[in-house]
């Protein structure tokens, strides 16, 4: 019989890609079912960069590159890095991955032993405590409140230390919350950083350009040079550029970290996509100014969620400041019956009720690390917005 290796056992298929499964059927059988799971953009990769990738095949860059990435894309990262974050990295700093997910997993496997801890700051991004675990790593989780902007507060970050502490992964702005830091809401994060040298960082900075009103993302390298030595800086074109399946993704490191993860990457899938590369390469030199575009699209959707959530009784949603979600709380829906006779116990019970009765999809925050809660990503058309807003206001009405 089958026998998972114990590496895996205890890690499912993730509860999203459930939901969007059950979705996807009950689509099929005529249902219309929203779906507000989605991690991705709605907008289509730019046609610069599309472009990009028919010359490049044209021009035969169908083989083999560089391991870690091609000289012309860590340039462009190098550059990217300067122009957009302050922050100086060489070449030979860079490491070019199947996505920001596949430099992570390197990252992981090139430094933890079994029964290392990483501690998470929750709300956190289920992969990551998956990633972790696969690489025989313990997810140590610090949750932190809505009353604190869902950020990880300094001292519950220094109890969850011990001496066995690799990482503290942090996600700024974050999947699932959209909370980001602000340069004040970083510094007492770094000071305890700074009193802990066997714990390094791990910036996700991957939805960093999608920052609405006011706020624009800092990387915390930047704001403490210090921890440079110990810093991985992780970033991809995924959602900034809406090229999720394209698979690239950077860090950016110490060279020893940079050669350790090529090693990993090495053994597993070798060089990137070598067109994905040229593609990016566009994405990253080519013009920027559709951004403040589509982050204006963005921000109207927002505060269109945002407000809807709070007009709700029972459900109350801080508003985010960046990414394509928001976090919504549902306490107050939490112990009512559904007219067929259902209580609703849990985030996950109201977040199938409103599936299974309501066509429409978000996601429990309970996977994410904080309940209750439900997420839901906003990258969607207006009017499918509208309407989801209109069944889970409907949903909530008819409890008992
Ligand atoms: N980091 C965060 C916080 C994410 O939400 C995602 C995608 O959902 C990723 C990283 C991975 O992005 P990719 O592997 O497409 O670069």
Known sequence: AFRPARRIAGIGVSEILAIGARAVQLRREGRPVIVLGAGEPDFDTPDNVKDAAVAAIRAGATKYTVLDGTAELKAAVAAKLRRENRLDY???????????????????????????????????????????????????????????????????????????????MLNSPSNPTGAAYSPADYRPILDVLLRHPQVWLMSDEIYEHLCYGNFSAVSPVALEPALRERALVVNGVSKSYAMTGWRIGYGAGPEALIRAMAVVQSQSTSNPCSVSQAAA??????????????????????????????????????????????FAGCAGVIGRTTPTGAVLSTDMDFCRYLLEEHDVAVVPGSIFGLAPYFRVSYATAEGELRTAMARIARAVEVLR
């Not at 025989?136 to 001292?155: K, L, Q, S, Y």
């Not at 994405?283 to 407000?307: I, K, T, Y």
Request: charged letters at 20%; one cysteine or more.
């Open 90 to 168: 060489a070449p030979t700093e860079i490491s070019i991955g199947a996505g920001a997910k596949q430099v992570i997993h390197n990252a992981l496997m090139a430094t933890l032993d079994d029964g290392d801890e990483v501690v998470i700051a929750a709300p956190y991004w289920t992969s990551y405590a998956d990633m972790v675990a696969i690489a025989g790593g313990v997810p140590v989780p610090v949750a932190g409140r809505e009353e604190n902007g869902f950020r990880i507060e300094a001292t519950a970050l220094e109890q969850a230390i011990t001496p066995r502490t690799r990482w503290l």
């Open 281 to 326: 390469v566009e994405a990253l030199n080519g013009p920027q100014d559709f951004l403040a575009e589509r982050r204006a699209s963005f921000l109207h959707r927002r505060d269109l969620v945002v407000e809807a959530l709070n007009a709700i009784p029972g459900i109350t949603c801080r508003r985010p400041e960046g990414a394509f979600y928001a």
